[in-house]
């Protein structure tokens, strides 16, 4: 079971990186067919082998030798292990398959944020979707709760903006109000609050590295998906430790 859920976490891995690459430019993510970003031929089954594909033509395109992204064998194999370790903590249940689907959905908005700087609303309307069907299928008993999580993650970054002028973006603001609907009242708090502490220790580091500058955008939803995969297995333990 655990060779048979990375397996298809490496095929699905490897449909997100074609998210990642077509959405932002506003290309349909079904077709056409995969074809090389620089000589734009269609690629052959055999070349669209998760991660093997990759190396087996030495990392670079058959046709015209151009060099392809590391990203796209790297995210295919971070699924993967993602995937695992929800099955580990899940079993082999609803949670596994609903969690599963968000992580792939939060993998895919952290890597066109760092290269793009923006979280696109179709991810985000595809996460509250997820998040609504996720609600209805598991317990009605719960809506209040994500409701309310839903109110409290949207409405505290929407408060930063407001407070920083800008210095939250709109996709970010979106991002914690779905997170808010999936994870609900209390847990949104020990999601954001992970997520202010790894972005303030990942933004200290940037700037130290002089990678970053005091004025440069730094995106966000890569700490939003760290906190929210540790929440899976830290949660409301993480604040009573820090608290304490």
């Given amino acids: 079971m655990v060779v048979i859920i990375f397996m298809i976490a490496l095929i699905i891995?490897?449909?997100?990186?074609?998210?990642?690459?077509?959405?932002?430019?506003?290309?349909?993510?079904?077709?056409?067919?995969?074809?090389?970003?620089?000589?734009?031929?269609?690629?052959?089954w055999y070349e669209l082998i998760p991660v093997i594909g990759y190396f087996l033509n030495g990392g670079k395109c058959r046709y015209c030798q151009e060099k392809i992204s590391l990203q796209y064998p790297l995210v295919e194999i971070f699924n993967g292990i993602l995937w695992l370790f929800l099955y580990i903590k899940f079993g082999l249940t609803l949670e596994f398959f609903y969690f599963s689907l968000l992580t792939s959905l939060l993998l895919?908005?952290?890597?066109?944020?760092?290269?793009?700087?923006?979280?696109?609303?179709?991810?985000?309307?595809?996460?509250?979707?997820?998040?609504?069907?996720?609600?209805?299928?598991?317990?009605?008993?719960?809506?209040g709760k994500n409701a309310l999580g839903l109110l409290v993650g949207g409405g505290a970054f929407l408060l930063i903006a407001l407070l920083t002028k800008g210095g939250m973006g709109g996709g970010d603001i979106k991002l914690m109000a779905v997170m808010g609907l999936w994870f609900g009242w209390p847990s949104i708090l020990s999601i954001m609050f992970l997520s202010f502490i790894i972005g303030a220790i990942a933004s200290i580091g940037l700037l130290l590295l002089k990678i970053k500058g005091c004025k440069d955008i730094i995106p966000f939803a890569?700490?939003?998906?760290?906190?929210?995969?540790?929440?899976?297995?830290?949660?409301?333990?993480?604040?009573?430790?820090?608290?304490?």
């Fill in 108 to 143: 895919s908005i952290s890597v066109i944020d760092l290269q793009h700087t923006i979280i696109p609303d179709s991810l985000n309307l595809m996460g509250l979707i997820g998040g609504l069907v996720y609600i209805f299928s598991s317990s009605y008993l719960t809506i």
């Fill in 222 to 244: 890569p700490f939003i998906f760290i906190a929210v995969y540790l929440n899976f297995f830290l949660g409301e333990k993480f604040i009573i430790f820090f608290l304490s």
């Fill in 13 to 44: 891995g490897s449909f997100l990186n074609v998210v990642i690459y077509r959405l932002p430019l506003g290309e349909s993510i079904l077709f056409p067919s995969s074809y090389c970003p620089k000589c734009n031929i269609k690629l052959k």
